[in-house]
């Protein structure tokens, strides 16, 4: 029996398309630190292009630490999250569960990017639900609660512990209703025992695949 986080093949390419979208929030916070790296740019559009059917599920597990690996050559922490946030996102073709794991990265690099504005991350998360097409939210209502099952992304390690456990809880919190309020955040919250970077602009910046 297969791990309840893989979800079917046409369920992550659903929700591949929203875990794009939310990661290519934040890729400017990268771009500004690493302008010649396009390894998150390039995982983004390929989770695009496999959540359009255009690339095969085998191929792209095979890919999936391209993006992530980006993470490793950059030192603001913001930047650190926003390629993270591409890595999350290509792995989709692999597990379905990492789409929460992609937009988790986002809403930390949001805040980290936003250290005097402790609501930068739940305003992102916001931002994320509101976003989400029915769809999406249908098949992500179908994922086990962030720490609760141990086959997969959202069983123990990062995702499942400090602040992005936290962002995750809130998205799956707001999955039923879009409108679901989020706790108030403060700054200690963001913080998660890292070093912020300085503030940058969250730019939306698209190129074709």
């Known amino acids: 029996m297969g791990s309840p986080q893989t979800l079917s093949e046409a369920d992550r390419r659903i929700v591949a398309v929203w875990a794009a979208d939310c990661a290519e929030r934040v890729l400017g916070l990268f771009e500004a630190e690493a302008p010649g790296d396009s390894r998150p740019r390039d ?61 988790a990265y986002a809403a930390r690099s949001a805040g980290l990017a936003a250290p005097d504005r402790p609501e ?18 249908a098949a992500l209502r179908q994922l086990p609660p962030v720490g609760e099952n141990s086959a997969g992304p959202l069983g123990p390690g ?22 679901h309020p989020l706790p108030p955040r403060s700054k200690a919250d963001q913080q998660d025992g890292t070093t912020e970077a300085q503030p940058l602009d969250v730019r939306v910046t698209k190129r074709p695949v």
Do not use: K, N, W
């Open 158 to 179: 990062l995702l499942a512990s400090g602040v992005l456990a936290t962002i995750i809880r809130d998205l799956q919190a707001g999955l039923p209703d879009p409108d």
């Open 43 to 103: 995982a983004i559009a390929r989770t695009r292009a496999f959540a359009r059917g255009e690339l095969g599920v085998a191929g792209e597990i095979r890919r999936r630490f391209v993006g992530g690996a980006a993470a490793r050559e950059v030192s603001a922490p913001a930047a650190v999250a926003a390629a993270r946030a591409a890595g999350q996102a290509i792995s989709i073709a692999h597990m379905g569960a990492h789409a929460l794991g992609a937009a």
């Open 120 to 137: 930068a991350v739940s305003e992102e998360i916001c931002r994320q639900l509101g976003h989400m097409s029915a769809a999406a939210r």
